[in-house]
T-cell receptor, first 112, second 112 residues
Framework: NAGVTQTPKFQVLKTGQSMTLQCAQD?????MSWYRQDPGMGLRLIHY???????DQGEVPNGYNVSRSTTEDFPLRLLSAAPSQTSVYFC???????????FGQGTRLTVV | AQSVTQLGSHVSVSEGALVLLRCNYS??????LFWYVQYPNQGLQLLLK??????LVKGINGFEAEFKKSETSFHLTKPSAHMSDAAEYFC??????????FGTGTSLTVIP
């Protein structure tokens, strides 16, 4: 039981490049979500999913796409990276128990 | 709309002293409330949560928080600080229990 696994842990991109941040969980959780963490701003919700095939936008969705084809995986796509997307990204998953969310270790992304 | 305000981005206490981290929320519906802790270079861990019922909630590592609806507050306390408590603490509100809206965080320093 690995919990929530995020890959990669570190990434440097050039402006305009695209990439996918991977998130996988092995706990059969229905809910999955992506957050970005920036200094002085806490964590902000980007996108979330309440189950396979269902996604919705959070507070800061612009510039990011998601899909949920399986219960286990919830990748986050940056279509054209911008320096403003330099951040630490966290994936989280949870089941029906309110608040018992499990967070991944984070992906530190730098866009130059 | 959901939002969380954490008063004090940095708090310093002496080892053995009372820890008090403040959190006020606004919510259009009765909320679920949480405190999470983040140690350096790690993801978030749930400290405690309020969903329904008793307004004084006990969490891990000796922390507790009291939900005060009249004051829209959910302050975190610990009677005696330990060096291992040094970390970043986040208050969060959720309308559903699975999508979280975080405060900007409070960095706790414990002075020996």
């Amino acid at each position: 039981n690995a919990g929530v696994t995020q890959t990669p842990k570190f990434q440097v991109l050039k402006t305009g490049q695209s990439m996918t941040l991977q998130c996988a969980q092995d706990m059969n959780h229905e809910y999955m979500s992506w957050y970005r963490q920036d200094p002085g701003m806490g964590l902000r919700l980007i996108h979330y999913s309440v189950g396979a095939g269902i996604t919705d936008q959070g507070e800061v969705p612009n510039g990011y796409n998601v899909s949920r084809s399986t219960t286990e995986d919830f990748p986050l796509r940056l279509l054209s990276a911008a320096p403003s997307q330099t951040s630490v990204y966290f994936c989280a998953s949870s089941y029906m128990d309110p608040g018992r969310a499990f967070f991944g270790q984070g992906t530190r992304l730098t866009v130059v | 709309a959901q939002s969380v305000t954490q008063l004090g981005s940095h708090v310093s206490v002496s080892e053995g002293a009372l820890v008090l981290l403040r959190c006020n929320y606004s919510s259009s519906v009765p909320p679920y409330l949480f405190w999470y802790v983040q140690y350096p270079n790690q993801g978030l861990q749930l400290l405690l949560k309020y969903t329904t019922g008793a307004t004084l909630v006990k969490g891990i590592n000796g922390f507790e928080a009291e939900f005060k609806k009249s004051e829209t507050s959910f302050h975190l306390t610990k009677p005696s600080a330990h060096m291992s408590d040094a970390a970043e603490y986040f208050c969060a509100v959720s309308p559903t229990g699975n999508q979280f809206y975080f405060g900007t965080g409070t960095s706790l320093t414990v002075i020996p």
